[in-house]
């Protein structure tokens, strides 16, 4: 990515979930809702444009750069377009209507793909499973002290909540339990990779962003995903690493990546896993 000539208020690391619409039917209506924001983003936090063409109502993410001819690329994110500066939106858009066969077919694609692999969601009981740091770990109703607890070696996590206890109770007590072992865990690895690195973030704080596993901004404010629980802690640690290396450097130069190799020299293949994370490591709640 090429510095901007404008300060950047933030840096942020996407998190790739697969979960930005990709194409939807006409007539659906754009207000906001619980489960659908009122503009669709990009994974960098911009809007995302669309065009009709058709039956259907097509989201892309438009970038400019110094290339010479209009790019297309789809991942798990949707359709990205990469075009000339001096291209018109008149010319992008008829280049989207030309290929709009193809993109199509591979916007299908990667959705068979997400639902091929998804699981069902979370059956939030006693005995439920969900991961934590990696690891399965089995709810137990009925504490026998009515305190909550977590004995670490027999992966259980036990709930101070009767065996009759309604699913958003256990999902809350769960979910509750998660983002407290986020917020603490999160605090210790900052503090750890800050002193590697030399540097002083002004404040953390958890985020439940849905395409976005962490940001920094100027004044050193740093966010960071409670879903990043549920993955190893060498993911975490890199995440961690990769925002407070922002801190020197608010852009993704390869000064930046040298900044994140000295003090996590593993983060391509953590970068790696992150980008290309399996589903099982995140419950579908």
């Known amino acids: 990515m090429q510095k901007s000539s404008k300060p950047q208020p933030a840096a942020a690391l996407d998190s790739r979930q697969l979960d930005l619409p990709l194409f939807e039917e006409p007539g659906v209506s754009d207000a906001p809702s619980p489960q659908k924001p009122a503009v669709p983003l990009a994974p960098d936090g911009t809007k995302l444009r669309h065009i009709t063409l058709g039956a259907q109502s097509l989201y892309y993410h438009l970038k400019r750069s110094s290339r010479r001819s209009i790019g297309f690329a789809i991942d798990g994110t949707g359709l990205t377009i990469t075009a000339p500066r001096w291209v018109t939106l008149t010319d992008i858009e008829t280049a989207i209507t030309e290929k709009q066969r193809w993109i199509f077919a591979k916007l299908t694609e990667w959705q068979s793909r997400v639902e091929q692999r998804a699981l069902p969601r ?45 699913p958003q109770q256990i999902k809350d007590r769960v979910q509750g339990w998660l983002q407290s072992e986020a917020k603490r865990l999160f ?20 985020s439940s962003a849905a395409t976005r596993w962490g940001s ?54 953590a970068r790696q896993t992150l980008k290309h994370h399996p589903p099982e490591l995140l419950p579908a709640l």
């Not at 991961?131 to 992966?155: C, H, I, K, N, W």
């Open 122 to 166: 979370v059956d939030w009981k006693d005995g439920a499973q969900v991961p934590y740091l990696g690891q399965p770990v089995r709810v137990s109703l009925g504490a026998p002290d009515g305190t909550l607890r977590f004995d670490e070696e027999q992966a259980l996590l036990a709930l101070p909540l009767p065996l009759q206890a309604e």
């Open 187 to 206: 605090g210790e690895r900052l503090a750890i990779y800050a002193e590697k690195l030399g540097v002083n973030y002004r404040a953390y704080a958890l």
């Open 216 to 269: 920094c901004s100027s004044d050193g404010k740093i966010r960071l995903n409670w879903r990043l629980v549920h993955f190893p802690l060498s993911i975490i640690d890199y995440v961690v690493a990769h925002e407070l290396a922002h801190l020197r450097e608010m852009n993704h130069s390869p000064r930046f990546w040298q900044t994140v190799e000295s003090i996590f020299p593993e983060f391509r293949e």
